[in-house]
């Protein structure tokens, strides 16, 4: 198992796609869309692989030269709860303060999500939102 940056449009990113697909949008009935694809080329992808299989990804999105933000963090379902999400995160974390640019990242926490985020060390920001139909919260954390 291991955690690595994806390459855009590689075959692994494509498994990260159908990933990102089967985790977060189909159980509230979205599908990607092309515009949301096109955007994703300046986009860093990462992912972790268990026996060659896809399972746990997240996008990373650059705001300013200081500031990213976490998008479509996903786990295998049947692997939710097995520490992969907080080692994808806390992987990411380590590889942006060992490059030492960034400063802070944020993120849209979906409401079930919140403590999660919360025991890694990001801190709500401002009041919830409603967004793809569901209560989200803007979170922060500066980064060492």
């Known amino acids: 198992m291991k955690l690595i940056e994806i390459e855009f449009g590689s075959n692994l990113y494509q498994e990260m796609l159908v990933l990102r697909d089967e985790m977060l949008r189909k159980p509230i009935g979205l599908e990607h869309s092309e515009a949301d694809l096109q955007k994703e080329p300046g986009y860093r992808h990462f992912g972790i692989l268990k026996n060659d299989e896809m399972i746990a990804c997240l996008m990373m999105v650059p705001h300013t030269n200081e500031l990213v933000q976490i998008r479509q963090m996903a786990v295998?379902?049947?692997?939710?709860?097995?520490?992969?999400?907080?080692?994808?995160?806390?992987?990411?974390?380590?590889?942006?303060?060992?490059?030492?640019?960034?400063?802070?990242?944020?993120?849209?926490?979906?409401?079930?999500?919140?403590?999660?985020?919360?025991?890694?060390?990001?801190?709500?920001?401002?009041?919830?939102?409603?967004?793809?139909?569901?209560?989200?919260?803007?979170?922060?954390?500066g980064i060492l």
């Open 76 to 141: 295998l379902d049947k692997l939710q709860g097995s520490g992969y999400g907080k080692l994808i995160m806390t992987g990411v974390e380590e590889i942006l303060s060992k490059e030492g640019r960034i400063k802070r990242i944020f993120l849209n926490a979906r409401g079930t999500a919140i403590g999660f985020y919360a025991k890694l060390g990001y801190t709500g920001v401002g009041d919830k939102f409603t967004e793809v139909g569901i209560p989200h919260l803007r979170m922060e954390k």
